[in-house]
């Protein structure tokens, strides 16, 4: 079975440029969430999809971030403009559904903002 | 809200020996689900093992095994003979049990452990 896949694995910014990052979930994954990984941090959500409606996105910093899941299949995080605090790992996961469905994660993405 | 916190960031065990990492939680929900996950380096995070908050028996996997101490509100993984592959970030996360929570998890910081041949 093929894992969550992301890409790109690494991308180099400057601060007020733009990027987008790609999410493949696991074939059959109703949930697929966005999660932010700073440096030295656990992981914090950013977003959550159920198929491609929004479940929870009350930690997405509204002003610079969007994400969208159109189909209910693979999704996409764009950051613009970036900000140099915004460097981090961005994991994508996703689950059977939103119940007690084990989170399998993809190996991030992660972004240094210059 | 709820927070987790790890208060050691990294740990080092001898090859083959037990360690256990600590993990304390923050809640006053009476049902939640609480899990340990580990995330090599450069690689994705995995799941190592699951506790729900209503069940008094300790989980374990394998060589993994946890101490929930639910009035204490601490969760701790002690991982047994260790092996070179145990190296990496462990990460302790909380997950509320209400419909309302989806599957959202709050992490804990981290704790790098570190495996000596």
């Known amino acids: 079975e093929a894992g969550v896949a992301q890409s790109p694995r690494y991308k180099i910014i400057e601060k007020r440029q733009s990027v987008a990052f790609w999410c493949n979930p696991i074939s059959g994954h109703a949930t697929l969430y966005w999660y932010q990984q700073i440096l030295g941090q656990g992981p914090k959500l950013l977003i959550q999809?159920?198929?491609?409606?929004?479940?929870?996105d009350s930690q997405l910093p509204k002003d610079r971030f969007s994400a969208e899941r159109l189909k209910g299949v693979d999704s996409t995080l764009k950051i613009q403009p970036a900000k140099l605090e915004d460097s981090a790992v961005y994991l994508c996961?996703?689950?059977?559904?939103?119940?007690?469905?084990?989170?399998?994660f993809g190996e991030g993405s992660r972004l240094t903002v210059l | 809200a709820q927070t987790v916190t790890q208060s050691q960031p990294e740990m080092s065990v001898q090859e083959a020996e037990t360690v256990t990492l600590s993990c304390t939680y923050d809640?006053?929900?009476?049902?939640?689900?609480l899990f340990w996950y580990k995330q090599p380096p450069s690689r994705q995070m995995i799941l190592v093992i699951r506790?729900?908050?209503?069940?008094?028996q300790n989980a374990t996997e394998n060589r993994f095994s946890v101490n929930f101490q639910k009035a204490a509100k601490s969760f701790s993984l002690k991982i047994s003979d260790s092996q070179l592959g145990d190296a990496a970030m462990y990460f302790c996360a909380y997950r509320s049990a209400s419909n309302n929570a989806g599957n959202m998890l709050t992490f804990g910081g981290g704790t790098r452990l570190m495996v000596k041949p």
């Open positions: 506790q729900e908050a209503y069940k008094q």
């Open positions: 996961a996703s689950s059977l559904d939103l119940g007690l469905g084990e989170l399998f």
């Open positions: 999809f159920q198929n491609n409606g929004v479940v929870d």
């Open positions: 809640t006053s929900e009476s049902d939640y689900y």
